[in-house]
Nanobody, 133 residues
Framework: QVHLEESGGGLAQAGDSLRLSCVAS?????????LGWFRQTTESKRWGKEREFVAGISRSGQTTAYAASAKGRFTISRDDRKMTVYLEMNDLQIKDTATYYC????????????????????WGEGPDVTVSS
C-alpha cells in the first residue's frame, strides 16, 4: 500500500518561500511513479470542486509541468533514493493559500506528466499553506 506523507506547510508572508516535501512509503518502486502537487482552497472544498493542478513531474524526472500560476515561482523535483517529491515555492502570494496535496501513480510512460487529479491513484493528507500580507 502506497502511503504519502507531506510536510513543510505553515504560515508565510507574501514574498516568502516554503518547501513542501512528500515522503512515500509502502514497499513499492518509487521510480516507477509519476508525481504531482495539487492544491485546494477552503472555498473550493466547500463547493466540491476538484483539486487544482500546481506542478507535476514524470516518472523519469526529465519532464516537469506547471500551472500558469506556479510557473516561474515554484519548482518540483524528486529524489528517488529518498522516495521524496518536493515543491519549492518562492515569492508566495496570498492566492497561494490552500491545502497542498501530493499525488502518485505508477506509470509506464517515462516522460509523461499528469495534470489532472484522476490521473493519480494515491494522495497524501495535505499540509496547509497560509500566506498573509
Amino acid at each position: 500500500q502506497v502511503h504519502l506523507e507531506e510536510s513543510g506547510g505553515g504560515l508565510a508572508q507574501a514574498g516568502d518561500s516554503l518547501r513542501l516535501s512528500c515522503v512515500a512509503s509502502g514497499g513499492f518502486d518509487f521510480d516507477e511513479y509519476r508525481l504531482g502537487w495539487f492544491r485546494q482552497t477552503t472555498e473550493s472544498k466547500r463547493w466540491g470542486k476538484e483539486r487544482e493542478f500546481v506542478a507535476g513531474i514524470s516518472r523519469s524526472g526529465q519532464t516537469t509541468a506547471y500551472a500558469a500560476s506556479a510557473k516561474g515561482r515554484f519548482t518540483i523535483s524528486r529524489d528517488d533514493r529518498k522516495m521524496t517529491v518536493y515543491l519549492e515555492m518562492n515569492d508566495l502570494q496570498i492566492k497561494d493559500t490552500a491545502t497542498y496535496y501530493c499525488g502518485a501513480r505508477s506509470s509506464d510512460l517515462g516522460t509523461y506528466v499528469a495534470m489532472t487529479p484522476v490521473e493519480y491513484a494515491f494522495w497524501g493528507e495535505g499540509p496547509d499553506v497560509t500566506v498573509s500580507s
